[in-house]
């Protein structure tokens, strides 16, 4: 499988900066974030002069690229769009009657979002530590301890381990 690289963090920086650039900066940011408030508040009123102003907060709007002429709605659900799909031309002369000038309106449906999500089980959340030997091991312990020399190094630290792990 070939992946596609990822870019450094200096392109992107490089990628915003061209942004910033091309859209006369923050000025341009700022003015086309004016432009569709302004147009969201103006369909707004359309839509409610329509007797469909319930179906505003489930809308976003914006101008198609490059043009300016032709308005661009994206909604949540199918039958939301084919609602607006009856009222077009009306909704065309309403923001027309408001002084916004527009040729088309392309409706699109929003692309669901995924219905499942990979979630952490419960289990994994709470990490239980171990609180001490099993019966096996605990066993194994104290045969390996009988063994050794009761002088020895490794005979106090069983010991000890013994003592700080228990069942």
């Not at 499988?1 to 700022?30: C, V």
């Not at 086309?32 to 179906?55: R, V």
């Not at 609180?131 to 490794?154: H, R, T, V, Y």
Request: glycine fraction near 6%.
């Amino acid at each position: 499988m070939n992946f596609t690289p990822k870019s450094s963090r200096k392109q992107t920086a490089h990628d915003w900066l061209d942004y910033l650039r091309e859209s006369n900066g923050l000025g341009g940011i700022l003015a086309k974030t004016e432009d569709l408030a302004k147009l969201k508040s103006i369909l707004g009123l359309a839509l409610e002069k329509l007797g469909l102003e319930h179906l505003n907060p489930k809308i976003e709007a914006g101008w198609r690229s490059g043009t300016q002429n032709e308005l661009f709605l994206l909604v949540s659900s199918a039958s939301i769009a084919s609602r607006l799909q009856q009222t077009l031309p009306s909704l065309i002369n309403e923001l027309g009657k408001l002084g916004l000038t527009c040729s088309a309106i392309k409706v699109k449906v929003k692309p669901a979002p995924a219905q499942w999500e990979v979630k952490p089980r419960a289990s994994d959340k709470e990490q239980h530590k171990p609180q001490g030997f099993n019966a096996i091991a605990k066993k194994s312990w104290e045969e390996l301890l009988d063994k050794l020399a009761p002088d020895s190094d490794l005979r106090k630290t069983v010991e000890r381990l013994l003592r700080h792990k228990p069942k």
